[in-house]
């Protein structure tokens, strides 16, 4: 399975835009790329997937390079709850979630 | 709906004693997995379950088991705790597979082990 490179930490001004990047140089062509975030004491939330195309939904928008080697996830407006953990997972098309691995993600630090 | 639940949250046991963890999905959903966040591990698969069967396997001892009942409600047990089994155990459910579904998780039971 491919894995991921995530920067560890991010800090991010409430009100701007927040782009995490994510490195998946060894990526399938079958596999997705995930995003889930996960806020301090709680459990991992899922926020968007996608395969080759960008994609956006209300919490964020997922942008694939074309090579599908990288990718970012943008969150248009950060406010100070989106201060998580985020991870970036690519995972095969497959019926278990046993095959999507969670790494050590980017804090992110939302700053008023 | 409800969401994912988690009982206990907390729990502290010692070495040698066995504890069972127990989570009830949203309504509805088939699938169950478990993993285990330990802040030098990360957030690691234990199994999975899907329609009381076992789907998949993380790569942990046999020590950790796990089942599902007919009402998708899942329990994981660990026998013969360890120290380094304190752990945040988390729940996941989906209501069938990756891809088609999205997976909730729940707020996870706290284990210590002293």
């Known amino acids: 399975d491919a894995k991921t490179t995530q920067p560890t930490s991010m800090d991010c001004a409430e009100g701007r835009a927040a782009n995490l990047p994510c490195n998946h140089s060894?990526?399938?062509?079958?596999?997705?790329v995930y995003w889930y975030r996960q806020i301090h004491s709680q459990g991992p939330q899922y926020i968007i997937h996608?395969?080759?195309n960008n994609e956006t939904n209300e919490m964020a928008s997922l942008i694939i390079t074309e090579d599908r080697k990288s990718s970012t996830l943008i969150l248009p407006h950060a406010t100070l709850r989106d201060t998580a953990v985020y991870y970036c997972i690519v995972a095969p098309e497959t019926d278990s979630w046993g095959k999507f691995q969670f790494g050590a993600g980017t804090q992110v630090v939302v700053t008023p | 709906k409800a969401g994912v639940t988690q009982t206990p949250r907390y729990l502290i046991k010692t070495r040698g004693q066995q504890v069972t963890l127990s989570c009830s999905p949203i309504?509805?959903?088939?699938?169950v997995s478990w993993y285990q966040q330990t802040p030098g591990q990360g957030l690691q698969f234990l199994f999975e379950y899907f329609s009381e069967t076992q789907r998949n396997k993380g790569n942990f001892p046999g020590r950790f088991s796990g089942r599902q009942f007919s009402n998708s409600r899942s329990e994981m047990n660990v026998s013969t705790l360890e120290l380094g089994d304190s752990a945040l155990y988390l729940c996941a459910s989906s209501y069938q597979s990756p891809h088609t579904d999205t997976q909730y998780f729940g707020p996870g039971t706290r284990l210590t082990v002293l």
């Open positions: 309504s509805g959903h088939r699938s």
């Open positions: 060894t990526i399938s062509g079958n596999e997705y």
């Open positions: 996608g395969l080759k």
